[in-house]
Structure formats: C-alpha cells, structure tokens
C-alpha cells in the first residue's frame, strides 16, 4: 500500500530525498518530481496489487454426517485393541509353549536352577527324614548329594501355598533319587514341574481327591502326607515314592516306547510276574497290596516300589521272585541294606 502522508522517502541510485510538504516538491530533481507526482495522483488502489482472495467454501456439515465418522472411529479403535489384545495373546501363549510351562494362578514358584544348597544343608534335611539316605554310605551319600542337586537344577517346583519350605524340593527330589540311585538316568527328563499341594487336593476329569499324581509333564504331591508317610518309612505307604514310580514308569517305558532299554528288558520281565501275585493275592486272601494296588497294572507297579523300600524284607519273604525282579528293575537290593 502507498504511503501518501508526509514526509516521503525517495531514493534513487545516487541520493535519498525527503520530502516533508508538497512545498518541496518544485526544489527536487525533475525525475524526483515525476515519481511524486505518479504517485501522489494515482489512486492507490493502483499501485495495489491484491492478491486474489482465497474463500474457503462454507461447507454444511450436518450432524449424522459428524455422528457417522465418530461410530466410524470408535469401531476403527476398537478393532485396533482387539487385533493388538490378539496379538498380546498369541504372544503369551507362544512363550508359555517355548518354555513349556502351564500358568497356575496363587503359587510360589521355586525355579531350581535358581535355589541353591549347601551340601551340609541337603545332607541335614536328608538324615533328618529319608531313612533310605541314613542307610547309605559316606561315599554313597556324596553320590546321592550329588544326583539330587542335579534334579533339582531342571525342575521347577510349584508349591500352591503362600508358604513354602526348602525342606520341600529337597525331600521330594530325594524321592525321586531314591529310587533311581541303582540306575544311570536318574534325571526324570520328561517330568519338568513337581507341583506341592499342602494337603489332599482336588483333580478335574474326572473330579476326584487326590494325595499325588502324574500327570503330563507335572508330578504333584501333597505335603502333609509325604512328610507323614516319610515319618512312618516302615508301613508300606509312601505316596512320594508312589508317585516318582508312576513317573519312572512314564519316563521309561511310555515316553521311550522305541528305545529298547535295560529298563525296559527288565520290566517286562517283572510285569510276567505281577498277574500270579495278582492271583495269589485275590485266592490266599494276603494283604500285602491294597485294593488300589490290585485295580490296574500301574497301580500295581507304584504300590511294589512302596513295599520294595517300606517292607522290603516281607516282600522278598512273600514273593521272592517279585522282590528280585523289581530289584533288577532299580538295580538295588534293599532287603540287604
Ligand atoms: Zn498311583
């Protein structure tokens, strides 16, 4: 926009002049004076070069047009959560798969590899309640020492209690090298979670109550009667070492099916000899085994290695060829121990 108030600056190539009323104008240059008056006597809308102005349409937006785009919006968001919710989850579930573990809600977990025991540790809770341990020797005990760190280093025990001890991995995996001391594989590979119930628990399908089981790749136990049978090592019940033979039995013989083992060879030579004990059992009216004992040959198997290490004596005794049998099977002979 011109200026057309006084003074006006003028300036040339060679000189700036100021002009203060229209009285200076006859004393400027002659080509000054030109340009003042160009530009006093145009209009100045002339000298204005307007830019065409840009109107922004007046567009009518209505109200279900603004009611549409926000039910558009809101269904855009919620499918976005749903795929990421998906996502999360598919990604939940393939951790749990690659680390092969189950999700059990209100438990303390003990991660194996991360607990540690001193050797005087292991041996102090093992003479206070394993007497097969007691019966071992010195250099026997070292061994024993030995195998159940290394158990407890694989397995990670899940004890569903808000209280645990370290008494429980270290007696339970006790158990388990109890009865594989005679054997080389004494790991229980297959079995990667021991599961410590305090007490009697419930099991789903069939619903039934249950004081330990095998179970997929878990062994589960309840604490009250491992210690109690534990405490009373002469009666015949033990559901611990109950339990780590149903495991033996699916670590060797189901879970190696086409693996032709020592293992195997001797007990299929025992499982010949259960169905006359069966016999003999149902016929001469003798107790050794229990109802349960006598319903299935798995039961029968868990309930030998009980009396095997409880009333050794009584099932040589009884069943002599039984009694050998399992001890080829275990590679122990703990009637003599
Ligand atoms: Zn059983």
Redesign the pocket.
């Known amino acids: 926009m011109p200026q057309q108030n006084y003074p006006i600056t003028i300036t040339t190539t060679d000189s700036v002049y100021t002009v203060n009323s229209p009285e200076d104008v006859p004393y400027l240059p002659d080509s000054v004076q030109k340009i003042i008056k160009d530009f006093t006597a145009t209009d100045s809308t002339a000298y204005v070069k307007e830019e065409p102005a840009y109107v922004t349409p007046a567009y009518e937006v209505s109200p279900a047009f603004i009611t549409g785009a926000l039910l558009l919006l809101i269904i855009i968001i919620l499918k976005a959560k749903a795929a990421l919710r998906q996502i999360d989850a598919e990604r939940i579930a393939a951790e749990k798969a690659e680390a092969n573990e189950t999700y059990i809600p209100h438990c303390l977990i003990y991660k194996g590899a991360e607990i540690e025991f001193s050797k005087a540790e292991v041996h102090s809770v093992c003479t206070k309640y394993n007497p097969f341990y007691n019966k071992l020797n010195a250099h026997q005990q070292d061994e024993f020492i030995r195998r159940l760190g290394e158990f407890i280093y694989r397995k990670n025990f899940y004890i569903m209690s808000s209280k645990g001890y370290r008494e429980m991995p270290v007696l339970i995996a006790a158990a388990a090298i109890q009865i594989s001391f005679g054997l080389a594989d004494f790991l229980f590979p297959h079995f990667s979670r021991i599961i410590i119930h305090p007490e009697e628990y419930i099991a789903y399908d069939p619903l039934r109550i249950l004081v330990g089981n095998v179970q997929g790749r878990s062994i589960s136990i309840s604490w009250k009667h491992f210690l109690d049978d534990y405490l009373n090592p002469t009666d015949g019940k033990n559901v611990g070492l ?1 339990e780590m033979a ?1 495991a033996l039995q699916v670590q060797h013989i189901f879970q190696q099916q086409d693996f032709e083992s020592e293992f195997k060879k001797d007990y299929e030579n025992y499982d010949r000899i259960d169905d006359e004990i069966l016999l003999a059992e149902r016929h001469t009216g003798t107790t050794l085994f229990d109802e349960n004992a006598l319903s299935n040959a ?2 029968f198997w ?1 309930t030998c290695i009980e009396l095997f290490f409880e009333k050794p004596q009584q099932l040589q005794q009884q069943y002599p060829h039984l009694y050998s049998s399992i001890g080829t099977v275990l590679n122990q002979d703990t009637a003599a121990m």
């Open positions: 109950h149903h798995n039961e868990a």
